[in-house]
Every structure is written in structure tokens, then in C-alpha cells.
């Protein structure tokens, strides 16, 4: 599909978020997320807020993946050190090949900014035609983390499509 002369990136963001997802805190960096997206021509598919739950992250990434409704998921939050921080877990759970070069450019271009980049467990990957991207769950952390890769996400999805 082409929109201004461009292939259109369907893209779903799911944010990882106890808090969010029991409607205590609203969630900010999903909707950053999706504003970080808008130079690349997206077509946003889904936006949903789940809890830090390993089995329900890993099945709503399997359900977009395996049903061909996304090029690209991007997860925001669970990438931190805590013990309900598991969406790096989850993502492994899914993706049959890594894509470690675009984790470690993330943390790189972080740690520019700041020593606590180098706490983030970002994983990335692909499952079928679909590439999967992990970001932190702050709202600075998650823009500044997509910041990094957002120019050479179109040409890593269109790879994926060969």
C-alpha cells in the first residue's frame, strides 16, 4: 500500500504497564510513541496497554505477528531491571531470528545522553514478516530510544517483505 508516494508501515504499539493497564496512571509513552512514528509514513493498526504478564504479552505479539496485520510492533516498558519487568523475556518467547544490532544502536545513541541506558534490556527481532522492537516505558526513554532507529525502520521492514 502507498500513501504519499511511500510504502505504508502498519504499525501496532502496545505499552507494557501494570499501572496503565488498571487505569491508575495514564499512559504517555504509547501516544509518544505513535508522534515519534509519524515520519515514517505509518499506518497505526492497533494501540492496546497490557500488564507486565509474560504469557499475555508473548500471545498478543504471536496474534499480530502470525495473523500479518502488522510490519512492525513496537513495545514500550517491561525492559527494565525489575522482577515484572519480563517484555525482553516475552519477545524472545516470539521471535525466531534477533535483530541485535538495532537493540545495541538504541543503547548506544542512550547512553550519549544518559549512564542509566545502559540498564536497558531492549530486545528486537522478527517472527515471520513481522519485526518486533522493544522500548523503555518512559516517555523520554521511549522517543529517544526510537529516535535512534526510526530512519532505517523502513528499509529493515521492506527487507522483510523479499
Do not use: F, Q
Request: aromatic share 0%; charged share 25%; net charge negative.
Amino acid at each position: 500500500m502507498m500513501k504519499n508516494g511511500n510504502a505504508v508501515i502498519r504499525v501496532v504499539v502496545l505499552t507494557i504497564s501494570d499501572s496503565a493497564s488498571r487505569g491508575e496512571r495514564e499512559d504517555l509513552s504509547g501516544p509518544a510513541v505513535v508522534a515519534e512514528l509519524a515520519g515514517i509514513n505509518p499506518e497505526i493498526v492497533a494501540t492496546e496497554i497490557l500488564p507486565d504478564d509474560r504469557d499475555r504479552i508473548a500471545a498478543r505479539l504471536r496474534h499480530y505477528c502470525d495473523s500479518e496485520a502488522a510490519d512492525l510492533i513496537i513495545t514500550t516498558g517491561g525492559t527494565g531491571l525489575s522482577g515484572r519487568d519480563v517484555t525482553p523475556e516475552a519477545t524472545k518467547d516470539v521471535i525466531e531470528r534477533e535483530a541485535p544490532g538495532l537493540a545495541e544502536l538504541m543503547r548506544a545513541e542512550s547512553l550519549k545522553i544518559t549512564p542509566l541506558g545502559a540498564l536497558s534490556r531492549s530486545v528486537c527481532g522478527t517472527r515471520g514478516r513481522t519485526l518486533i522492537i522493544n522500548l523503555p516505558g518512559s516517555m523520554r526513554g521511549a522517543r529517544e530510544n526510537l529516535g535512534a532507529i526510526t530512519r532505517i525502520l523502513p528499509h529493515a521492514v521492506s527487507l522483510m517483505s523479499e
